[in-house]
């Protein structure tokens, strides 16, 4: 148990589908990321929140969507995706947007059919 | 962006063993951290280090950040199956607002 908790582990959807992921972290922290990782591949950072303000967006195409409603909360709206998007979605959480030691959740599992 | 050179790849070792691995920069970094990735899980934080020359143990691990700060080391000893899975190194360059860079992860195997 880490604090930082994801729903759904594993999600199968199809190219013209929407789905969300969530995350929650119980850790009293003020920063959340979303990042992507694919077989074979350093981790990827999609975006950062602080104080439910987004920070930082790196390049991540639109189909991807954040939201950050709370600092406990964050959620990554997803629609028309392509295959190549299925990977490991983590989301973590830190004391400070600069980031300098963050927490992990369990991930989730991402397939695009 | 930053570079973090992570090594070895992958290793293969018997039960019992030591293992070393470890990560350079060719900037200077404020923080090192080392992460344990079972498969299907997140990283799991393991050891932090926060100054130079910094050595910290968390039972069977121990890891070090690099008097030049440049450098991270991570040992296992008497190493046992569960410490199979990917472990990475990440790192917060010097550079004021630099975001935490990660290490292409070293594949352990640890044979029974």
């Known amino acids: 148990e880490t604090g930082v908790t994801q729903t759904p582990r594993h999600l199968v959807m199809g190219m013209t589908n929407k789905k969300s992921l969530k995350c929650e972290q119980h850790?009293?922290?003020?920063?959340m990321y979303w990042y992507k990782q694919s077989a074979k591949k350093p981790l990827e950072l999609m975006f950062v929140?602080?104080?439910?303000?987004?920070?930082e967006n790196n390049s991540v195409p639109s189909r991807f969507s954040p939201e950050c409603p709370n600092s406990s909360h964050l959620f990554l709206h997803l629609h028309t995706l392509q295959p190549e998007d299925s990977a490991l979605y983590l989301c973590?959480?830190?004391?400070?947007?600069?980031?300098?030691?963050?927490?992990f959740g369990e991930g989730s599992w991402l397939t695009v059919v | 962006g930053q570079q973090l050179n992570q090594s070895p790849q992958s290793m293969f070792i018997q039960e019992g063993e030591d293992v070393s691995m470890n990560c350079t920069s060719s900037s200077i970094f404020n923080t090192w951290l080392w992460y344990k990735q079972d498969p299907g899980e997140g990283p799991v934080l393991l050891i932090a280090?926060?100054?130079?020359?910094e050595l910290t143990s968390n039972g069977r691990l121990t890891a070090q950040f690099g008097i030049t700060r440049k450098d991270s080391f991570l040992n296992i000893s008497a190493s046992i199956p569960s410490d199979v899975g990917i472990y990475f190194c990440a790192g917060q360059p010097e550079t004021s607002g630099s975001r935490l860079t990660f290490g292409e992860g070293t594949q352990l195997t640890v044979n029974p």
């Open positions: 850790l009293g922290h003020n920063a």
């Open positions: 973590a959480s830190s004391t400070g947007y600069s980031g300098n030691t963050i927490y």
């Open positions: 280090l926060y100054k130079a020359g």
């Open positions: 929140y602080s104080l439910e303000e987004r920070v």
